[in-house]
């Protein structure tokens, strides 16, 4: 039985595994709503750009299962599970920092990755029927039209102010969307997708950082722990003798 200080750290220990477990649902969260929210973006976004959401819920579902070697090895005063548990946080360290910083390379990538994307898809917009619903999605959702404005889809085949009917919010009965309707949106879709893409990336980073040095200290304890339970066996031992 660990004594004094020792039994702070216990159970400051235990708190932090209680943490680490919420934490971990909070990635497995945070990484499917990611996946979720931009998979009707897949044709204007590369294929790695969905490496990090995918890190963030493995890491998650490992954080979860990990904080039960902490809980069991600080309640149970184990050596081995406690470092078995050190060991394993600090490879869920590494993974979450490496969630953060593909999180933070993902941010710098994403201008050049939509302005070729959105070029490249603009204008298969009616000859590929999934492009359509990816462009349809998202000006619906960001309330946007055209890559940079309305304008554009004049080079695309429509005239006379038409665009497609996700560029508006409201169209009567047997009538086209046009773009000088006030129901119109007048924003292009690559401005607010950058935004929208940039933000989530930075707030990413931040999470994937934060827990990850958060985590420094519970490592920390459990090896303090660790070392304060072998002492007391060693010296148990020696009394034996």
Not at 110 to 138: A, C, G, P
Not at 163 to 172: A, L, Y
Not at 200 to 208: D, E, F, P, R, T
Request: proline content about 2%; overall charge negative; aromatic content about 12%.
């Amino acid at each position: 039985m660990v004594s004094g200080t020792m039994a702070c750290v216990k159970y400051l220990l235990f708190l932090f595994n209680l943490i680490f477990a919420i934490s971990g649902i909070v990635f497995i969260s945070v990484g499917a709503v990611i996946l979720v929210v931009y998979r009707g973006y897949n044709n204007f976004v590369d294929s790695w750009f969905f490496a990090a959401p995918i890190l963030m819920i493995i890491v998650g579902i490992i954080v979860s299962l990990v904080s039960f070697f902490g809980c069991c090895g600080a309640v149970k005063e184990n050596h081995c599970m406690l470092i078995t548990y050190s060991v394993f946080l600090m490879i869920i360290f590494a993974l979450e920092l490496g969630a953060g910083i593909s999180g933070y390379v993902m941010r710098n990538e994403v201008d050049s990755m939509l302005h070729n994307r959105l070029n490249e898809t603009f204008y298969q917009y009616k000859s590929d029927e999934s492009i359509r619903k990816s462009w349809d999605v998202m000006q619906y959702d960001l309330k946007c039209c055209g890559i940079n404005s309305p304008v554009d889809w004049s080079t695309n085949g429509y005239t006379d102010n038409a665009v497609p009917d996700s560029c508006c919010t409201e169209i009567s009965t047997g009538e086209k969307c046009d773009s000088n309707s006030i129901y119109s949106h007048a924003d292009g879709c690559m401005p607010k997708l950058q935004k929208t893409i940039k933000y989530n990336s930075v707030a990413l980073a931040s999470v994937g950082v934060g827990i990850a040095l958060t985590q420094l200290i519970g490592v920390t304890f459990a090896c303090f722990l660790a070392r304060s339970i072998r002492r007391e066996y060693e010296t148990v031992e020696t009394t034996a003798h």
